[in-house]
């Protein structure tokens, strides 16, 4: 994924679409592999773009296809494939029509919307009219999360979905440092299976979130149980010690 | 910025650090360029800061530097700058004695937090003691956000910080489309000033937040009040129209 925009990186705006999209391809069974951030700079995007596009499947990209000056993802991803950009007649034909029917000036500003790149297939936006669109494996989506939200269900259709990613959360009452070495021999055990571990604390007590995450459930099934067989072996030997 | 762990990828884990630093460089006068995002993949995370560290005068990596086998960093880093990682005396010393303190065992797991590539030098982590550490331009912090702040705030004493940016927010009523054409003639006069346009809606109205931003106090001063007289003289346009 690439998300566009100077205000990412000012810290002006959080990001919110970068764990959006992570939530989504993981249920679906695809895998994010990198996200990168840039800013408003023409030349950037469409770099980190070319790189990104014939390293991974896909990419999306989020921000940066409004009606103002600020807006240039449409131009960058132009510039990237060697695309002239122009007004796409069924985008131009939507916003009119839309315009026209809220009885608002179609102006020049808003034409801009209708920009791709030649040859671009439209990503509906049902939210606000103005489309994203696809070139050749890029998808490019709005930067305001319930527009990315939207036009992303419509991506879903197009991209093949994979075996979702199955998870087992499984909560340990004692910190990581004295389960590291024991979930380190679980995971060599279980190399089907992808073992996280996430340290948390409240009220001053520290507690870890282990997390196993497999395509195979059976696989993930023994890890769990091998997991938990830890952890309670962990609260023996503490009780033992009479910490 | 490089932020790294698989749970940033899969959506289970909504990262705060980058919005954090991001407002810390800005206040600071320092310039975020590129954030990447990249999972538990050593030599993806190898490959990625040994391009970020040649392209931009510093990197700040977030996550991967606790004491579990998914704690990868370290040893990443190490590959990535062809240096030996070990334990580092003194972030041993202070493990060692914080855990004889609180009566904890200093499990293996545990020592490996004090891993760092050679020659490295500590960052002082206040909240939890576990330090990160600095490489060359690579400063490398914890992924926890009360630790990561932490240990930001002391990287900061360490870098050299610019003119801060200047900001100045006018909120227009009228949405982006409205305003387009002019804002964008308005960016053209002030080039040493970056404008940006923000759509909002609330209740079915559309309204645009508009951020001038600069280091230049008078050149910011100049753009706002170009920027709130358009605001003005839209709203006068469409009171004529009857809007």
């Given at each position: 994924m690439l998300a566009i925009g100077d205000e990412l990186l000012s810290g002006r705006t959080k990001d919110r679409n970068i764990g959006h999209l992570a939530e989504v391809f993981t249920v679906a069974g695809i895998d994010l592999k990198e996200v990168r951030i840039v800013g408003d700079e023409p030349t950037q995007i469409a770099d980190t773009l070319n790189t990104l596009r014939r390293t991974y499947d896909f990419v999306v990209t989020s921000g940066g296809?409004?009606?103002?000056?600020?807006?240039i993802t449409a131009d960058a991803v132009g510039a990237a494939f060697a695309l002239p950009v122009s007004e796409h007649p069924e985008a131009l034909r939507r916003l009119a029509e839309n315009y026209a029917n809220r009885g608002l000036e179609f102006t020049e500003a808003r034409r801009r919307?209708?920009?791709?790149?030649?040859g671009a297939s439209l990503v509906d936006n049902p939210v606000s009219v103005a489309p994203g669109f696809r070139v050749d494996n890029v998808f490019v989506l709005a930067g305001v999360p319930s527009v990315f939200q939207a036009m992303l269900d419509n991506v879903m259709k197009e991209l093949p979905t994979g075996v979702p990613i199955l998870s087992a959360a499984i909560h340990c009452p004692w910190p990581e440092g004295e389960i590291g070495g024991p979930l380190r021999d679980i995971q060599k055990q279980h190399p089907g299976v992808a073992i996280g571990s996430y340290p948390r604390s409240e009220d001053g007590r520290h507690f870890t979130e282990l997390v196993a995450r497999s395509r195979d459930a059976g696989a993930l099934e023994a890890a769990r149980a091998a997991i938990e067989d830890m952890v309670r072996r962990t609260g023996e030997d503490r009780a033992a010690r009479g910490a």
């Open positions: 296809i409004g009606p103002t000056h600020d807006d919307m209708a920009r791709t790149p030649e």
